[in-house]
């Protein structure tokens, strides 16, 4: 599992059809229904993602 890999968690999304459905239409959930707790989690995870690349960039080029 992750904890053997040492990686972190970023979240937890559910596999639900609406979210399959939106994607395949082209308009992801988020988009769609910005207040629905999945999309939350999407945004979650991707402020997240961002916030360990700025960390990781900003101490590989010494910047903060």
């Known amino acids: 599992?992750?904890?053997?890999?040492g990686l972190d968690v970023l979240g937890e999304i559910p596999i639900l059809e609406e979210?399959?459905?939106a994607g395949d239409n082209g308009q992801p959930?988020?988009?769609q229904k910005p207040d629905h707790p999945v999309a939350q989690v999407f945004r979650r995870i991707a402020a997240r993602?961002?916030?360990?690349?700025?960390d990781k960039v900003s101490t590989s080029v010494g910047v903060d």
């Open 1 to 5: 599992g992750v904890s053997k890999t």
């Open 19 to 21: 979210i399959c459905l």
């Open 29 to 31: 959930l988020v988009f």
């Open 49 to 54: 993602v961002m916030e360990t690349c700025h």
